[in-house]
């Protein structure tokens, strides 16, 4: 299956609903987060246990990450990957007879709207303090990754970077009529919406939206989005940026006809935003969970992330992603969980304007 293809359009549906080795058993991990390495932890009680990893992550990196995790510590994570607002409606859905251990989300929101619902475990003081307070949740309830940055793709053959527009806002201008493509059922575009609802409140940011509508082509994905740049379809649109550094890895550098743009700093679509892991409140391993998240704060894991084809940005001091051309430090703040909310007011904006 082509990387491009491999995550399936969201489903309108499941957006509606978004609404370590701790100190004893990763002893080796919880200070300067290097090893990563349970050898010694608690005479190894968990090794040997098998955890459920609800993950809306990369599964490529899911995967690499997962293997890496059992050879340190001897625990075992099952993956069921999916949407991550799928995965939390299946969350709210169980309660606590869900199986899983841990939920792994692209974004904020959807950690947000379990929090609220009280079904996240807190996360083990070393863990969180391995990265940057303001990435993780402010009340301790799950622990920042990685991060990525919203970005806009253009048809180079069509635009130059000069002509790349330095605000979001500028996307509802009548200019931009037949030139646009937007994928609104994406859950990385939900956090740009709350944003404008912030910048312009609400009627302003339905304007907006409209305006957008007006002058775009729906896509199912950011897959379909970046695809349909890069063939010349649609003259650009804003996505994450690992999705054009992975559609450049599909189809080389020759046959790759788009590049990268970025919205100035301040700006609402300047979103810089984590992807976080969280223990279930309900967790039959609850141990072993907080291992899962103590690891991929360390060394070892941010270093996988690092070097994956996710293209997305490590949180740990000390690792960079060199595969990247701009460096995380060039791209601004990263957005508070609690800036973002639960996403609620933007998917009923999204969906009272027909884009959902």
């Known amino acids: 299956m082509s990387v491009i293809s491999r995550r399936s359009a969201r489903r309108c549906a499941a957006l509606s609903v978004m609404v370590s080795l701790s100190a004893l058993a990763l002893a080796g991990c919880g200070g300067s987060q290097d090893s990563g390495d349970s050898s010694a932890a608690s005479g190894g009680s968990l090794k040997g246990q098998t955890i459920t990893v609800y993950s809306g992550q990369h599964e490529q990196t899911v995967s690499a990450l997962v293997k890496d995790f059992k050879a340190r510590t001897g625990i075992t994570a099952k993956v069921r990957s999916g949407d ?22 692209e974004n904020p929101p959807a950690l947000t709207t379990l929090e609220d ?9 070393p863990t969180l303090s391995a990265v940057p307070a303001e990435d993780s949740s402010a009340k301790g309830d799950w622990v920042g990754v ?10 180079t053959g069509k635009l130059k970077g000069s002509q790349v527009p330095q605000s979001v806002k500028d996307l509802a201008d009548p200019a931009w009529k037949g030139k646009l493509g937007v994928a609104p059922s994406e859950t990385d575009f939900t956090p740009i919406v709350t944003r404008m609802i912030k910048s312009l409140g609400k009627d ?13 082509k729906v896509y199912g994905s950011n897959e379909d989005l970046v695809a349909a740049v890069n063939r010349g379809e649609v003259e650009g649109g804003v996505i994450d940026h690992y999705y054009w550094y992975r559609l450049r890895d599909e189809q080389g550098a020759a046959k790759t006809r788009s590049a990268l743009g970025y ?38 894991a941010q270093q996988i992330i690092a070097g994956s084809e996710s293209y997305e ?44």
């Open 84 to 105: 991550e607002a799928e995965l939390a409606n299946q969350l709210l859905t169980e309660g606590p007879a869900s199986p899983a251990d841990v939920f792994f989300a």
């Open 117 to 125: 619902k009280g079904l996240l475990a807190k996360t083990d003081t």
């Open 146 to 155: 990685s991060a990525r940055e919203a970005a806009f793709v253009y048809d």
């Open 204 to 216: 302003g940011a339905k304007s907006w939206l409209e305006g957008l509508k007006a002058n775009s």
């Open 263 to 300: 919205f100035k700093q301040g700006d609402p679509g300047a979103l810089v935003d984590v992807s976080g892991a969280a223990a279930l409140s309900h967790s039959k391993h609850k141990a072993a969970a907080q291992a899962f998240l103590s690891y991929l704060v360390s060394k070892p």
């Open 313 to 356: 940005y490590p949180l740990l001091a000390g690792v960079k992603n060199t595969k990247v051309s701009r460096a995380l430090a060039d791209s601004g703040p990263v957005a508070r969980a609690a800036e973002l909310g639960d996403g609620k007011d933007a998917l009923d904006l999204l969906k009272s304007t027909g884009l959902l």
